[in-house]
């Protein structure tokens, strides 16, 4: 069978594309390695070992998601048994021969932007955080450097329309510091990609076992560091490096496997909404552990998860600062209860209620609302009682500062919900959340990657979005993202030869 060429008909995305005055920005694109001229530059930076070490690396990272069971080899019964989690299948587009190479071909993917339509494209290669399962750090160093300057070579005569993520281990803060300087410095590369959170193990657990034993039930005592609050590090040095380096920062964090989301049946089941309530994890890490505060600079982009959830996670920050704020929690302090007032009042219409029962006050206290609320309980102190504290927050114009500025939420092409992003009557302050054009093709949700944007400028057809949110979400917020990390991110490529073309013809 002989593959499809590129369509001689001009596309509906390249017709939108054609009729707009601003570029547009694709922030998600997902390429495929092709392995074995990757496995060359893992064999150049550690040998066969590596090789060997990079392979396993992704056998293990697929276990893992299985909870180390093959799910197909299993009964229901051994399923249920043995809780494996339903993963993905067929995960990638195979109808469509042409897309298939070009999300393997850089030359290829090159030619097709216009089809696309899109002027220029971030990529996400599906190796790029593969190192994160290396057995030991060193391995996971060199694996992680090994990747990343197979990208950078592979992509740089592309770098006018096509950029490939870096991919930064953060098991520690230096660890990462060492890898952004490589990747910015050395390769020349422009976004990194983290994982939103590190799995470590919960110590008082790991103690009680010997490191053999605790191997069979690591996942099972462990939590998540989003690096932000509650961490094992202090994650600064490196949020400071990332300013220092101009580098927006982004993450395609996932849940699946999280509480509520290990179904052993059915993958929708646990797929839908992980991407959202993950990055919401690693989002409200750095805003409540003050990493926004103290870094303003800081972009991060925060993708597949959509933008709804931006906007639901502003309005209850604002909500709960309106009322567990310093002045809000007034409210609910057991020194403002009147115990003497509340014992008359129960004497008053209690009746037989309280017949024969002590209304003392600090007993009756006790007896409503718990001893939690008596004069002789342990109450928090000023400090513990301002979960807003680290985050600097002192008006609602300070969570607008922290969240809506600083992040940046990746929203697919017919995400309907991207609406609520761009609903400032809902939105506190009456502000819009930065919503970004992440088309996500590369993956099973996008069979057609020359559809992607036409599918966005739908939303405008059918009234989910207005013409300025359109030209919002495929190019100012993206525009933004990158340029407020980086005012030169875009020099020398496509976006700003297009801008200065407009330029000159107004």
Known sequence: MTARLPATSVSRSAVVKSRLDFPVIDTDVHTNDYTPALEDYVAHYGGTQLVDEFRRANSERSRSESNGQDWYAQTPEQRHFHRTRRNPWWARVTDNTLDVATYHLPQLLYERQDEQGADY?????????????ARSAEARQVLQRAINHYHADLYRKYSDRLTPVAGIPLHTPEEGIAELEFAVKELGLKVINIA????????????????EEFKKIEKYASWVDFYGIDSEYDYDPFWAKAVELGVPITTHYGSQGWVGRNSTSNYMFNHIGHFADASEAFAKALFFGGVTHRFPQLRFGLLEGGADWGARVFIHLVDRWEKRGPEGLKHYDPAALDGHGLADLFRRYGGD??????????????????????????QPSLEQQNDFALAGIESVEDIKARWVDNFYFGSEADDRTV?????????????????????????????????ALAESRDLVDEGVISEADFKALVFENPYRLYTEANPDFFKGTAVEAKLALHASRN
């Open 196 to 211: 939103g959170g590190v799995r470590r193990p919960i110590k008082a657990i790991q103690q009680q076992f010997s490191p």
């Open 121 to 133: 494209s971030i990529l996400f290669p599906n190796n790029v955080l593969s190192p994160l399962a």
């Open 419 to 451: 609406a609520h992003a761009f609903n400032n009557k809902a939105n506190p302050l009456g502000v819009k959340i930065n919503a970004i054009y992440s088309s996500d093709v590369g993956h099973w949700d996008v069979p057609d990657l020359t559809e």
């Open 353 to 378: 209620l309280v017949k024969g029962r002590s209304l003392e006050p600090q007993q009756l206290i006790a007896d409503t609302l718990g001893k939690r609320y008596t004069r002789e309980a342990s």
